[in-house]
């Protein structure tokens, strides 16, 4: 069968149609994602987020509710909170060795390195492609 136009009707039809099941699909998943959320949450703290978010809605010169309100920690200041946290628990007699062998600020500071290693190896590997040794001539 032979379309009239690059864009005929057959066209629309099958783009109406994928339309469809998009909303369709996503309406089933918007549904199942949040019958998680109100399920894993305290109920008051579920209504309050459904009317923070419906007010955000209504008016979207508010606050965006999913916008990042807390600022980004330095490693720096990690490393300073770190350090008066581990004071504190020695001063209260607590070693943290009764807990792990592994205290909590080498884990977060290996995580912060390991973070900043991918990093470097996506800038690598954008910068120089497949090459990321030197290519001997």
């Known amino acids: 069968m032979e379309l009239p136009l690059p864009h005929g009707r057959w066209d629309l039809v099958i783009d109406v149609r994928s339309l469809i099941n998009i909303s369709v699909t996503t ?4 549904t199942y994602h949040k019958g998680i959320f109100t399920k894993s949450l305290p109920q008051q703290d579920v209504t309050k987020w459904t009317k923070i978010v419906e007010a955000w809605e209504a008016d979207r010169t508010k606050l965006n509710p999913f916008a990042r309100t807390v600022a980004n920690k330095t490693e720096a ?24 062998t592994t205290l909590l600020k080498d884990m977060i500071l290996q995580g912060i390195q390991l973070e900043a290693s991918q990093w470097r190896i996506t800038w690598l590997n954008k910068e120089l492609g497949l090459h990321l040794t030197p290519v001997s001539t």
């Open 27 to 30: 309406t089933g998943r918007r």
């Open 77 to 100: 200041a990690m490393h300073l909170q770190l350090a008066q946290e581990d004071a504190q628990d020695k001063l209260a007699g607590l070693d943290g060795d009764e807990f792990h």
